[in-house]
């Protein structure tokens, strides 16, 4: 088979309606400017990862299906907040630029952990960390001013992007080709139980 491989990427995702996406992408060309190598989501693919699966046979895919769809049906249907911004691990060495996102309620932890759990069976690494929601804006790849970002975001005061509603979690496939941006795919879409 040519081109086909026998694995793919999967991971699962809140997706953002396009009027967030465009939004959040302006903001991040904005805060990002000038400040060194970095490489930007672009806005198509803007999310909000909930858990991060990796490699798995094509083969397994239905039952991941299943089971993706399994864990959504813990999902409470509601609002998140996109604001703020902000970096991983630190000013100092940033690796990640993120929007924040608040979930005062929980909606989006709540789903995360039972697919931190399950996820486990398709040999997705269980995370210790707690969840800290966000979109990846960038990702810093070598120079880059973060004490200059730490001070543009101070002065940008309370960035705010929107509400988000949440009411399904999507299983994307992520194709990656060297020197391009990753192509997200949606496999499904799995809301919370009626
Ligand atoms: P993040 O950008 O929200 O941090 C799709 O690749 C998404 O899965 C990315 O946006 C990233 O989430 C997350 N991801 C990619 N590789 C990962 C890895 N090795 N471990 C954990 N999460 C990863």
């Given at each position: ?39 930007s989501v672009s806005e198509e693919n803007l999310h909000v990862t909930l858990k991060f699966v ?73 995370e210790h960390r707690r969840f800290s929601p966000h979109v ?59």
């Amino acid at each position: 088979m040519v081109g086909l491989s026998e694995y793919v990427r999967v991971f699962t995702a809140v997706e953002l309606d396009g009027e967030l996406r465009r939004a959040i992408f302006a903001e991040g060309r904005e805060l990002l400017d000038g400040l060194g190598k970095s490489t930007s989501v672009s806005e198509e693919n803007l999310h909000v990862t909930l858990k991060f699966v990796g490699d798995v046979h094509r083969d397994e895919l239905a039952l991941l299906s299943e089971s993706v769809a399994e864990c959504a049906t813990v999902l409470r249907p509601g609002h998140v907040e996109v604001h703020g911004a902000g970096v991983f691990p630190d000013y100092g060495r940033p690796r990640i630029v993120w929007a924040g996102v608040s979930d005062p309620e929980g909606i989006l932890t709540a789903v995360f952990e039972r697919l931190n759990e399950e996820m486990t069976v398709f040999g997705a690494k269980r995370e210790h960390r707690r969840f800290s929601p966000h979109v990846t804006l960038a990702r810093v790849r070598g120079r880059f001013d973060g004490r200059a970002l730490e001070e543009r975001i101070h002065r940008a005061g309370e960035l705010w992007f929107g509400s988000l509603a949440v009411d399904a979690v999507t299983l994307f496939m992520s194709e990656l080709e060297r020197g391009e941006a990753p192509r997200y795919t949606a496999l499904g879409h799995y809301g919370a139980a009626p």
